[in-house]
């Protein structure tokens, strides 16, 4: 094929997926303007096959017998732009998010796990890219409106939490449960739209999720027989901001509103693991400490045959 061809091709690629995300965000303009705000019956009848609740510190873990694992922390759209930076400059030192055998994604991390499973790292980079160039589209996708006194009450919840005792976790799902957000039907035509299509990419992915009722940690895989957009909208439906989002019979909420908040004790006995995630002690969405330096000594402790090297990376805070 002639460079003129493939620089042809290439330009019809971007602007087919130019014209997808448009007519998204016009479909999602049009129903938005019916004023309907409530998401408690955006995901239809999706069933779980295996069962999602995983206790902590997992009693079977997903990196037994794995040779590398990865695990991406939430942080919000800014540390969506950072991890896919990093991947970047992983790659160009012949490291790349795709080797991993097990990915776990938590909120930021869960769209960006998705999309390393998938192999799709570029083209959600290019839709960042694209987002940032024009932000009318993204704003039309995510529709945002002055808080209510009901999502403004579920994130004081979480912002005044001050452990990741089962009674916190049980108050901030209260309030999240509470919160009138907006369509999540939103946010998952916007995640289908970046993902390029609903079907789970690859048996390697799993997101996190939290029951908001039992507060339990939830592990959503290609085994839950769900859509990807419903895994990783769970994983993302921040108390008073999204969601919460149904799976099954579970109502959920952001996976960091749990106990742990990046859930590294996941992959105990990988062999190897690369941890991305916030460590800072600055400003997070919600104050349940940060626990990511004792799950790292917990995995290493777990996995002390196999010498596992967890390396952990400390980008700036976007809270």
Request: proline share 5%; charged share 20%; with cysteine.
């Amino acid at each position: 094929m002639k460079r003129s061809d493939k620089d042809a091709n290439s330009r019809f690629a971007l602007h087919r997926r130019e014209m997808v995300l448009a007519t998204a965000a016009t479909f999602l303009a049009v129903r938005g303007a019916s004023g309907q705000t409530g998401s408690r019956n955006a995901q239809g009848d999706a069933g779980i096959n295996a069962h999602p609740a995983v206790p902590i510190p997992a009693a079977a873990s997903l990196g037994t017998g794995k040779d590398r694992a990865l695990v991406l922390g939430g942080g919000g759209e800014y540390f969506i732009a950072w991890l896919l930076g990093f991947a970047h400059g992983l790659r160009g030192a012949g490291v790349a998010y795709d080797l991993a055998d097990v990915i776990v994604g938590t909120s930021a991390g869960a769209i960006v796990g998705s999309a390393a499973a998938a192999g799709r790292l570029g083209l959600l980079r290019d839709d960042i890219d694209f987002s940032g160039q024009f932000p009318k589209l993204l704003a039309d996708l995510i529709l945002t409106s002055a808080s209510n006194p009901s999502q403004v009450r579920a994130r004081e919840l979480a912002q005044a939490a001050r452990d990741g005792g089962a009674a916190t976790i049980h108050s901030i799902g209260r309030g999240a449960m509470a919160a009138r957000n907006p369509p999540v039907r939103n946010l998952e035509l916007m995640i289908d739209v970046l993902s390029l299509g609903r079907s789970w990419p690859s048996p390697r992915f799993h997101a996190t999720t939290t029951d908001c009722y039992s507060g339990e940690r939830l592990v959503l895989s290609q085994s839950s027989n769900i859509p990807i957009s419903h895994a990783v909208c769970a994983s993302v439906s921040l108390p008073g901001v999204f969601g919460p989002t149904w799976i099954g019979d579970r109502l959920c909420m952001d996976g960091a509103m749990c106990s742990t908040s990046t859930h590294v004790d996941l992959i105990a006995g990988a062999k190897r693991a690369l941890v991305v995630a916030l460590t800072d002690k600055g400003q997070r969405f919600s104050n349940i400490p940060n626990d990511i330096e004792q799950e790292l000594r917990y995995v290493e402790a777990s996995t002390a045959r196999s010498r596992p090297t967890c390396r952990c990376s400390e980008p700036p805070s976007s809270r």
